[in-house]
């Protein structure tokens, strides 16, 4: 049975249908440890009650390989059709070639909040003192900014066709030869994502929402969007929101109970501070590339990408996928750690409203780094752990549910 949205709300029946892509590179092998966790997790936590009955669907390279198309118009209606999805790594060429196969699925469904959440999970190896203080969730606008892909090679007709109209009509200086890219950042993606991090933040009893941004150099766009998110936070939320300023103009520093502090951190600052005091962050919201690069850098603080959970979300639907690379190198040597997309299912657990799998999931993770036994990536830098592979590390977790 497929799940369905109503009025802005899930209803999820007990045996329910998703579809998952199973990624290329270590895809299939990361993929196969996490939905036997996934399984197991359903059964423990419900028992013959609820269920899941896959459904694969393709994109990236096996896409290509089935359908000529790297991501089928019958991928994209599938996840449309169940609203929830999975997803494994995709491969995107660097330099040449398609453009994002992982863009394209945000940008052609809607899906305009990249959420990721970053906290650490002990004992996992960090290059931070205190890495415990870091427990964070990004709100990564997800469909335009620089990623909107909107750019002319350099030499090109294009390229020098948009070069004469800046510099004739709009009076740039412009390098000879140059490539150019656009960077839109608007008013209505701005606010819908800066909103859904408000929400997040309200409904889990967060204390601050912090805007990240550039907007000191790019007044126009990453300025805009400091502005457009105090406003969107003062239009719709002005009995739960106060800002920074005026707890301490009003407040004498102490924001009053049960509000939601709203700030703003310049990009490059915010860098900073999230390594020195990350325990001053709760939700952060961004526009598209400072996201990609901040929850990368989060990631790191707490033991790497293949730790980090990641889902793409809109108003129709949600894919939930493993936030790092393909790392072709692995593929079928069932080496990798499958962590990013067992969490990441974690989360679509919680978004389906099944917490007690989503749980038992990350408990159950958690205990089994603490075992020692654990995948090649955390082995060689924890003391006494086992190495083992991806598959056994899978059948631990569920041992240890």
């Not at 990624?23 to 009650?49: C, E, M």
């Not at 990249?114 to 870091?134: A, L, N, W």
Request: charged letters at 25%; a negative charge.
């Amino acid at each position: 049975m497929k799940i369905k949205k109503e009025d802005g709300q899930l209803n999820v029946p007990d045996q329910v249908d998703i579809p998952f892509i199973e990624g290329d590179g270590t895809g299939p092998d990361i993929w196969h440890a996490a939905r036997l966790v996934f399984d197991k997790a359903v059964d423990k936590a419900y028992g013959s009650d609820r269920s899941i009955a896959w459904i694969e669907v393709l994109a990236g390279e096996k896409g290509f390989n089935t359908t000529g198309a790297w991501l089928p118009e019958e991928t994209l209606d599938a996840i449309r059709e169940h609203v929830v999805a999975i997803k494994g790594p995709l491969t995107t060429p660097v330099g040449k070639g398609i453009r994002s196969v992982n863009v394209a699925i945000r940008q052609k469904l809607d899906l305009f909040a990249c959420v990721r959440p970053v906290s650490y999970i002990e004992p996992v190896p960090s290059p931070m003192k205190q890495p415990e203080k870091v427990d964070m969730v990004i709100f990564r606008e997800n469909t335009e900014d620089l990623y909107a892909g909107i750019e002319w090679q350099a030499g090109s007709d294009d390229a020098e066709k948009v070069s004469r109209f800046l510099k004739e009509e709009m009076g740039a200086d412009l390098p000879p030869g140059a490539g150019i890219g656009i960077k839109p950042i608007s008013a209505a993606n701005t606010k819908r994502l800066v909103a859904s991090a408000i929400v997040h933040a309200i409904d889990n009893g967060l204390s601050s929402v912090t805007l990240m941004h550039k907007g000191n150099i790019m007044k126009f766009t990453e300025g805009a969007f400091r502005q457009w998110g105090y406003e969107v936070a003062a239009e719709r939320f002005a009995d739960k929101v106060i800002t920074e300023a005026d707890v301490y103009e009003k407040h004498d520093g102490h924001p009053p109970e049960g509000m939601v502090v709203i700030k703003d951190r310049i990009a490059d600052m915010l860098f900073q501070q999230v390594l020195l005091r990350p325990d001053e962050f709760q939700v952060i919201a961004t526009p598209n590339l400072n996201g990609d690069y901040l929850s990368d850098a989060l990631a790191a603080q707490v033991g790497g990408l293949g730790m980090a959970p990641g889902a793409n979300i809109g108003d129709i639907c949600a894919v939930f996928e493993a936030t790092h690379g393909t790392a072709p190198k692995y593929a079928g040597q069932d080496k990798v750690n499958p962590s990013s997309l067992i969490l990441s299912g974690a989360m679509m657990f919680d978004f389906m409203g099944w917490k007690e799998a989503a749980e038992a999931i990350r408990r159950s993770l958690q205990i089994t780094i603490k075992d020692g036994t654990v995948t090649y990536d955390l082995a060689r830098q924890i003391s006494n752990a086992r190495e083992v592979k991806c598959s056994v590390f899978a059948e631990r977790i569920v041992d240890n549910f």
